[in-house]
């Protein structure tokens, strides 16, 4: 069983910074895929980035402004999101899926960002 959990979240001004951590506990393989995702009041989630041994996939409105990386020792995925924009308003989650004898698919309970000034 794996658990994911999100640090990090909060109010930020625009223009501001903030790193999003998400610490996995039980048995993640290295090629399993990492990711944010956010969801937004009266939206649908959506993809932020992703992450697969080394290769990173980012939504168009995070290019140039996130950065996603991981830890694979410490079993952390980080975000880092700078310029922020009062649209990048959400619940941010972390997600991981990996397929062994059957596909996995794991959420965190979702951190908070709020870009407001």
């Known amino acids: 069983q794996v658990q994911l959990v999100e640090f990090g979240g909060g109010l930020v001004q625009p223009g501001g910074s903030l790193r999003l951590s998400c610490a996995a506990s039980?048995?993640?393989?290295?090629?399993?895929?990492m990711g944010w995702y956010r969801q937004a009041p009266g939206k649908q989630r959506e993809l932020v980035a992703t992450?697969?041994?080394?290769?990173?996939n980012y939504a168009d409105s995070a290019k140039g402004r996130f950065t996603i990386s991981r830890d694979n020792a410490k079993n952390t995925v980080y975000l880092q999101m700078n310029s922020l924009k009062p649209e990048d308003t959400a619940v941010y989650y972390c997600?991981?899926?990996?397929?062994?004898?059957?596909?996995?698919?794991?959420w965190g309970q979702g951190t908070q960002v709020t870009v407001s000034s």
């Open positions: 997600n991981t899926r990996f397929s062994t004898f059957k596909m996995y698919n794991y």
């Open positions: 039980g048995s993640i393989p290295m090629l399993a895929t």
């Open positions: 992450i697969t041994s080394g290769s990173t």
